[in-house]
Antibody, heavy 118, light 107 residues
């Protein structure tokens, strides 16, 4: 069955670079896109970016200058790197499988909580 | 960016009620409008895609309608397990955007 699982550090300091990994199973990264969605504590969902089946990427302009999404298809992993972290980057980070042409998010990981604090 | 406005922000319901949640887009998104349910301390779950298409494993009491800028998620006979926050999301244009959510509470 389709599964996604995020991993990465829970506590970061301001100005550091965040690195998260999304390990997927049950589908191929060369056939499906994977997106990253952030949720500040107690707030709503914000799309950050997507890496598509062909390897191209799209980013939300709000974080585009700081964000990079890449993948290793041999390991079924998608990576998020975001630099110059600030306290407002605190929240739960989800990776989610893109649902084909619908551009929905049809499967989600459990999420990883990231706190940015000195 | 397409702004999705959800209303009401909070809805108090009685189990067994039929309810409707609204999602209005700032410009047409055709039918690239999807609905998610997020229970406390859980990940979001896709409920409805393409405005009205059902998802395998989702109870039939959930249905969606609309196109263009006005969309509705209906729950026919609310159950206690439906207490959640419901989000709409558009996939018609970048950046993909979500509504701010409607929180379902028990009256």
């Amino acid at each position: 069955q389709v599964q996604l699982k995020e991993s990465g550090p829970g506590l970061m300091q301001p100005s550091e670079t965040l690195s998260l990994t999304c390990t997927v199973s049950g589908f191929s990264l060369t056939s499906n896109g994977v997106g990253w969605v952030r949720q500040p504590l107690g707030k709503g969902l914000v799309w950050m970016g997507t890496i598509w089946a062909g390897g191209s990427t799209n980013y939300n302009s709000a974080v585009q200058s700081r964000l990079s999404i890449s993948r290793d298809t041999s390991k079924s992993q998608v990576f998020l790197k975001m630099n110059s972290l600030q306290p407002e980057d605190t929240g739960t980070y989800y990776c989610a499988k893109q649902g084909g042409a619908a551009i929905s998010f049809d499967y989600w990981g459990q999420g990883v909580m990231v706190t940015v604090s000195s | 960016d397409v702004v999705l406005t959800q209303s009401p922000a909070t809805l108090s319901v009685t189990p067994g009620e039929r309810i409707s949640l609204s999602c209005r887009a700032s410009e047409s998104v055709d039918t690239y409008l999807h609905w998610y349910q997020q229970k406390p301390n859980e990940s979001p779950r896709l409920l409805i895609k393409y405005a009205s298409q059902s998802i395998s494993g989702i109870p039939s009491r959930f249905s969606g309608s609309g196109s263009g800028t006005d969309f509705t998620l209906s729950i026919n006979g609310v159950e206690l397990e439906d207490l959640s926050i419901y989000y709409c999301q558009q996939g018609n244009s970048l950046p993909f955007t979500f509504g701010s959510g409607t929180k379902l509470e028990i009256k």
